[in-house]
């Protein structure tokens, strides 16, 4: 089992950056593909970004392509999300899990999921 803890959220400027953090409990961490995904007020949880557990292939949402980067400390058993020329638009909740099972982009392919972190970016 995996244990999630999301850390370094808060309030940046536009085009400004911020790097989150997911700190990951359990022997077997290493084992998971794992995902940040984020939601907003008023809206569904959305996927952001994902790094595979063997391989380190990532995926990424188009709106952060380019801009967001994910990666993983397997010693600290920790997932990074580095973020750069933040938008308004990025203001969310942002959450980390494992996937388990199923489409790398829904929210159903993935448990142990955080209590997540707020990003605010001001225009």
């Known amino acids: 089992q995996v244990q999630a803890v999301e850390s370094g959220g808060g309030l940046v400027q536009a085009g400004g950056s911020l790097r989150l953090s997911c700190a990951a409990s359990g022997r077997t961490f290493r084992n998971y593909d794992m995902g940040w995904f984020r939601q907003a007020p008023g809206k569904e949880r959305e996927f952001v970004t994902s790094?595979?557990?063997?391989?380190?292939?990532?995926y990424y949402a188009d709106s952060v392509k380019g801009r967001f980067t994910i990666s993983r400390d397997y010693a600290k058993n920790t997932v990074y999300l580095q973020m750069t020329s933040v938008k308004p638009e990025d203001t969310a909740v942002y959450y980390c899990?494992?996937?388990?099972?199923?489409?790398?982009?829904?929210?159903?392919?993935?448990?142990?999921w955080g209590q997540g972190t707020q990003v605010t970016v001001s225009s």
């Open positions: 899990a494992a996937r388990v099972s199923g489409s790398i982009v829904s929210t159903s392919g993935y448990r142990y």
């Open positions: 790094i595979s557990w063997n391989n380190g292939v990532t």
